[in-house]
């Protein structure tokens, strides 16, 4: 019988619950949308997949290029970004036990994901095509911590 493969586990930065069930490769958290004449929640899936993209709501929601969504746990409802801010941020355990941050721009169509060693408080990995675009706001975010 194969080994099924081990994944890393995503945790919400303020309770700590577990968004990949099971330490699948779906990450699950809720997502909210908003304009001057509406705002809706749902649930958005993501690839546990550090550097692959998409999303996936569990309503018929569509997703157009450019919607920035304001990503929440999906058991406490603790936003993990400020609406001004451009990333989320999130927590993982690699599987041999080290504690990292993903952060993960907001805005669909857009491609960058952080990885930040929790005890160097440095960017360990960077992936996406647009991930330039975004490490002002990282190296902000890190200096902020005392680097």
């Known amino acids: 019988m194969a080994k099924p493969a081990a994944y890393n586990s995503f945790l919400c930065p303020y309770c700590d619950a ?32 550090l550097g692959v993209y998409g999303r996936t709501t ?32 999130i927590r993982m355990r690699r599987t041999d036990g080290r504690l990292f941050q993903v952060s993960f721009n907001k805005t669909y169509g857009k491609r960058s994901t ?12 960077e992936f996406g095509a647009d991930a330039q675009m975004y490490r002002e706001d990282i190296d902000k975010r890190l200096n902020y911590f005392g680097t």
């Open 114 to 125: 952080f990885v930040i060693d929790s005890d160097k408080q440095e960017v360990a990995e």
């Open 18 to 49: 577990e968004l990949n069930p099971r330490k699948g490769p779906i990450i699950k958290v809720k997502g909210r949308l908003e304009a001057p004449s509406f705002a809706v929640t749902t649930d958005v899936f993501l690839s546990s997949g």
């Open 58 to 89: 569990a309503t018929d929601v569509q997703l157009n290029e450019g919607a920035k969504i304001e990503f929440s746990c999906p058991k406490c409802n603790a936003p993990f970004s400020e609406p001004a801010e451009e990333l989320a941020h």
